[in-house]
């Protein structure tokens, strides 16, 4: 234990020093309507439980879904690591809007044990959702590292806004959350200080209104 202890990474305190106040400005903005889903991998995802617990309440939790895929290098010394995190709170328990009839259908893994008209329909994702990364090949690829599929955002666009209903991506790297919002007939507002990201965004999303502000 004492050399765990000495081996103690400060690199954790910057990035909760990063993160803490945009999530804070996160749960200003939202409306007593609104939801937040944040991201992250395996090694964050219980500090932020945490520490979104303390911001929110922890009456304000509404989900933890696990993003499964088998993409990339499988690892034989440990149990390879195909999974992220994605957190779910809620301004508001009492008055949160959620709509599981708006979102896609996926496929019965069992399709011969439900009847035929519930295998052609599909049935409703759980909070673990198997979706592909974003391949070398995709069409919807942009080049951004850490580009995430449309898929994933369509989902949460669709569960947890109404049409005309503004998305908000604080950290919108390829502007995937926006180009979802914007196929479904959402306003988008995608932040980013990443003047790569920006410009990937500004093709992606050619009518958006692209706006800098100075430090």
């Not at 709170?89 to 893994?109: G, I």
Request: aromatic letters at 12%.
């Amino acid at each position: 234990m004492r050399g765990a202890l000495s081996r103690y990474d400060d690199r954790f305190d910057d990035y909760w020093a990063f993160l803490g106040p945009r999530l804070e400005e996160a749960w200003r903005l939202l409306d007593e309507r609104g939801t937040l889903y944040l991201h992250l991998d395996y090694r964050e995802a219980h500090y932020a439980k945490v520490a979104l617990d303390a911001l929110f309440g922890r009456d304000c939790f509404l989900n933890e879904l696990i993003w499964a895929y088998d993409y990339g290098a499988k690892s034989t010394t440990r149990w390879p690591a195909k999974h992220d995190t994605i957190l779910v709170y809620v301004k508001s328990p009492r008055s949160y809007y959620f709509d599981s009839t708006a979102v896609d259908r996926e496929p019965y893994m069992a399709p011969g044990l439900v009847t035929p008209e519930k295998a052609a329909r599909g049935k409703l994702p759980t909070d673990v959702w198997w979706h592909t990364i974003v391949g070398t090949n995709a069409a919807e690829r942009t080049g951004y590292a850490t580009q995430k599929p449309l898929g994933i955002l369509r989902r949460i666009v669709q569960a947890s806004s109404a049409p005309g209903d503004l998305v908000l991506d604080l950290f919108a790297g390829s502007g995937t959350a926006g180009a979802a919002a914007h196929a479904l007939g959402r306003r988008f507002l995608l932040c980013d200080e990443s003047a790569g990201a920006v410009a990937v965004m500004r093709e992606r999303l050619p009518e958006a209104r692209v706006v800098t502000l100075e430090p």
